[in-house]
């Protein structure tokens, strides 16, 4: 059965960093890229961003282009998304998501996290 | 960016109705190469993460009942509940994965 769990999550200050980690199993995680989706409080999804299954190529969304990061750890299923200079506006639940194949470009995702909570106050 | 618009926000049906869920992008997401539009189809229940139920605009995930039926191609995609039941009760998304930038329609509430 595949899961994956998130965290890292929490109350973070305007400006802040905030590394978040999502722990895969029950399937072969070096083989699937791996990508990130947010959800504002009562709002929609937002898609963030997603990595290769190698770890290459990622991609990032414009409103978080330049000040999150995206890398993984095939060593220790794992996929993580370093935030800086974080906004109010990035308060969300952030949802680790497992595509459908390899690449970071082109892909659905197949199975969800239950999500973790990031809030960005003063 | 590709936008997605879906239509109506929101949706309330009696139990066995037919619900229909329109999801309209803002440039084609079909392509000819092979054949295939990069269109999937989440439902969202409250508190759970959204779970897939249609991959390339009509191909239904395993263990998703078959009264769940994507359809369209181009720009204009279709989600269609044959016959609502309680458990449908939810929010229903479309992404489009034609791009390297991912994006998601506004979601549609179907309620009883």
């Known amino acids: 059965e595949v899961q994956l769990v998130e965290s890292g999550g929490g109350l973070i200050p305007p400006g802040g960093s905030l590394r978040l980690s999502c722990t895969a199993s029950?399937?072969?995680?070096?083989?699937?890229?791996m990508s990130w989706v947010r959800q504002a409080p009562g709002k929609g999804l937002q898609w963030v961003s997603i990595?290769?299954?190698?770890?290459?190529?990622?991609h990032y969304a414009d409103s978080v282009e330049g000040r999150f990061t995206i890398s993984r750890d095939n060593s220790e299923n794992t996929v993580f998304l370093q935030m800086n200079a974080l906004r109010v506006e990035d308060t969300a639940r952030y949802f680790c998501?497992?595509?459908?194949?390899?690449?970071?470009?082109?892909?659905?995702?197949?199975?969800w996290g239950p999500g973790i909570q990031v809030t960005v106050s003063s | 960016d590709i936008v997605l618009t879906q239509s109506p926000d929101s949706l309330a049906l009696s139990l066995g109705e037919r619900a229909t869920i329109n999801c309209k992008s803002s440039?084609?997401?079909?392509?000819?190469?092979?054949?295939?539009?990069?269109l999937a189809w989440y439902q969202q229940k409250p508190g759970q993460p959204p779970k897939l139920l249609i991959s390339?605009?009509?191909t239904r995930e395993s263990g998703v009942p078959d009264r769940f039926t994507g359809s369209g191609s181009g720009t204009d995609f279709t989600l269609t509940i044959s016959s609502l039941q309680a458990e449908d009760v939810a929010v229903y998304y479309c992404?489009?994965?034609?791009?390297?930038?991912?994006?998601f329609g506004q979601g549609t509430r179907v309620e009883i």
């Open positions: 992404q489009q994965y034609s791009s390297l930038l991912s994006t």
């Open positions: 440039q084609s997401i079909f392509y000819s190469l092979n054949n295939k539009n990069y």
């Open positions: 990595i290769s299954s190698g770890g290459h190529a990622p």
């Open positions: 029950g399937f072969r995680f070096r083989s699937y890229a």
């Open positions: 390339w605009a009509s």
């Open positions: 998501a497992k595509g459908y194949s390899d690449s970071s470009g082109y892909s659905y995702f197949d199975h």
